[in-house]
């Protein structure tokens, strides 16, 4: 089946720092790409779709600044966290649907990301 | 109110039980709905699909009322390895955009 990858698998970063996290999919073209947070004893929460060539849709309340996604090619998109403080500390995880006549979604395995 | 709401639980039950978990939503334009289940730390992962006419697969029986907007699932002879987050899960209008539930947590003793 259809696989997505996320990497790194966890980070741990100094506050005031950056860190990138990659949504790839293995298998399969991806335009649209989904973002999400996850922070704990709680649901996911969807930040932002990412569209291959053109600009992320950010949800309410999602800083764009902050979280810059880049849909770089068609198997590969990238969530930078910008100027991370402690509660940026989530689960951040990824999904893509395989068509664009489906509603499936295959997640990525997650990124785990504490900010000291 | 939330888009997606479910039984807050946690539900503890003994193996070979039969446990529902109930699911409803707000918003009418919805078109899919899923189970999704997440064990702690990892990935959610498909548990099914959720169709009009009621789907079963396995020990696992979803229904979808679209009149009244709810879904449940059903778990019949509960396995130890049933124990997660159960999370149900609904698409926004006619986008691909997931709505996800609180989830549910289920925990099956020996």
């Known amino acids: 089946g259809a696989v997505v990858s996320q990497h790194p698998s966890w980070v741990i970063c100094k506050s005031g720092t950056s860190v990138k996290i990659e949504c790839r999919s293995l298998d399969f073209q991806a335009t649209t790409m989904f973002w999400y947070r996850q922070f704990p004893k709680q649901s996911l929460m969807l930040m932002a779709t990412s569209n291959e060539g053109s600009k992320a849709t950010y949800e309410q309340g999602v800083e764009k600044d902050k979280f810059l996604i880049n849909h770089a090619s068609l198997t590969l998109s990238t969530l930078t966290v910008t100027s991370a403080h402690p509660e940026d500390s989530s689960f951040y995880i990824c999904?893509?649907?395989?068509?664009?006549?489906?509603?499936?979604?295959?997640f990525g395995p997650g990124t785990r990301l504490t900010v000291t | 109110r939330k888009e997606v709401e479910q039984d807050p639980g946690p539900f503890n039950v003994p193996e070979g039980a039969t446990v529902a978990f109930n699911c409803t939503y707000s918003n009418s334009a919805s078109q899919s709905f899923f189970w999704y289940r997440q064990d702690c730390r990892k990935e959610p992962k498909l548990l099914m699909s959720v169709y009009s006419s009621g789907n079963e697969d396995g020990r696992f029986t979803a229904q979808l009322n679209r009149a009244s907007q709810y879904i449940s699932l059903l778990i019949r002879d509960s396995k130890l390895s049933d124990s997660a987050t159960y999370l149900c899960?609904?698409?926004?209008?006619?986008?691909?955009?997931?709505?996800f539930g609180p989830g549910t947590r289920l925990s099956v003793l020996p």
């Open positions: 999904s893509a649907p395989p068509g664009v006549a489906t509603y499936e979604q295959y």
């Open positions: 899960v609904v698409n926004r209008d006619y986008g691909q955009n997931f709505v």
